[in-house]
């Protein structure tokens, strides 16, 4: 059974860093393209960043590019969203996802349904 674990989410000041974790169990980590998501109250859930299993290609959302930045550990089958920056707009429940699916072109990988299995969530919150 595939199961993601998200961590890391909390409290923090505008301006501040949250670092939040994917860990993966069940499945061979380093077959999986791994993306990160968040879901505001009464919004669509948004692709924040993905990072290929293939080559460690990583893509953003144009609303995190240079505050964020997504990595792997294969060995540890975790990876890691490095948040710098923060904004009250990045509140949300952030969710990571495993897909093994394929695309040309890195923005489909920001889309939902390029993704199997989904982590159950963690809440960030951005005071201002």
């Known amino acids: 059974e595939v199961q993601l674990q998200a961590s890391g989410g909390g409290l923090v000041q505008a301006g501040g860093s949250l670092t939040l974790s994917c860990a993966a169990s069940?499945?061979?980590?380093?077959?999986?393209?791994i993306g990160w998501f968040r879901q505001a109250p009464g919004k669509e859930r948004e692709g924040v960043s993905y990072?290929?299993?293939?080559?460690?290609?990583?893509y953003y959302a144009d609303s995190v590019k240079g505050r964020f930045t997504i990595s792997r550990d294969n060995a540890k089958n975790t990876v890691y969203l490095q948040m710098t920056s923060l904004k009250p707009d990045d509140t949300a429940v952030y969710y990571c996802?495993?897909?093994?699916?394929?695309?040309?072109?890195?923005?489909?990988?920001?889309?939902?349904?390029?993704?199997?299995?989904w982590g159950q969530g963690t809440q960030v919150t951005v005071s201002s």
């Open positions: 996802a495993a897909g093994v699916q394929g695309r040309s072109g890195s923005y489909f990988y920001l889309l939902p349904y390029m993704y199997e299995h």
């Open positions: 990072i290929s299993s293939t080559d460690g290609s990583t």
């Open positions: 069940g499945v061979t980590f380093d077959a999986y393209n």
